[in-house]
């Protein structure tokens, strides 16, 4: 890859730096928020998949899923537009994300600029966007399906958090660059946090991530990641 260039005072200010003019990168974290091009595909493949969600969102109620990091929203957007074209009338999605830096409209845009096939979608979600306050907010983003994103720092957020999920995107930078969104306390809060028969599902397989979510309570498998990474780690409650 070309080396990264930076751009706008406020990634600045975040660290995010562009890659191949379309690829966002903390240099605070010294990490990629998705993978490449494959960011969208690798959603579909770790967060919907490793959760099953094919299956349980056909059969749910009302179904709640968290996850540790908001980023560009993408997860979120993959979600919501898989969703809208399985759901039947009277069902409920409400997405839950937990983000300590939150990044402008224009940053988010651009990062998510190379998914033609997502921009009605996150059209409609930088509708809500832009016009937030600093804080946490929460949006009916259309009739069956609502946004909840809390700003701060996860532990302290999901430790506060009065609700349960049933699926858990663990989506934090990788584990040896962001050992605060993998640790011990807050995987137990997950899993304190997650609805008996819950799932989670995360892009890595590192052995100490695998072993706190283990320790917390969770019932934790290494299954087959996307790409190339050979490996990814599914649980359940
Ligand atoms: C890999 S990116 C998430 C990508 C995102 N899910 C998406 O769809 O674009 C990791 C995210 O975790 C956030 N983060 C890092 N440390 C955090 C912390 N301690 N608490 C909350 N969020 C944190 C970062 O700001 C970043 O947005």
Redesign the pocket.
Known sequence: MDSPTKTSANEEH?GLIWENENI?Y?AT?G????SGND?SDE?RHVFIGGNNLEERLREAKNFTIA????????????TWKYWQNIRKPGQMLNFV???????DSASIRR?LGQWPELKQHSDAMLEYWSKRDEGSQTWQIDEQTSLRVLI????S?VNSWSKQADAW?L????PSK?P??WSEELMQSVYDHTRVGGTFATYTSAGWVRRNLENAGFTVCRVQGHGKKRHMTVGSR
């Open positions: 975040l966002p903390s974290y990490d990629y928020y998705f960011g959603c996850e540790l990091g908001f980023g560009t929203g993408l997860n979120f957007l993959e994300s937990f983000e300590r830096h939150p990044l990062g701060g720092e996860a532990t957020g995107f989506d934090g930078f990788s962001n605060q969104m």
